[in-house]
C-alpha cells in the first residue's frame, strides 16, 4: 500500500506548478479539487483557492463550516 501522505516539498511543487497554468488550466483544477466548477475568472483568486485546499488536503483544514470563515 502506498503512503497517500505529501511531504512538505511535494506540496509546494504542486504549488508552484500552478503558477504557470493558465486561468482555464486553474478552473479545471479547481473542479478538481472541490468538486464544482468556479465562478471566478480571477486567476490569482483561483490560484489562492486551489493552494489553501491542496494544503488543507496534505495537513488537515478547519473541521467545520465556521471555521473556515475565521
Known sequence: MVDAVK???????EIEALRNLTTAQLKEKYREVFGEDS??????FLFRRIAWRIQA?????????????L
Do not use: M
Not at 511531504?7 to 511543487?13: A, C, D, G, I, Y
Open 7 to 13: 511531504t512538505e516539498t511535494q506540496v509546494r511543487e
Open 57 to 69: 488536503n496534505a495537513w488537515g483544514g478547519p473541521a467545520t463550516q465556521g471555521e473556515k470563515r
Open 39 to 44: 465562478r471566478s475568472n480571477h486567476k490569482q
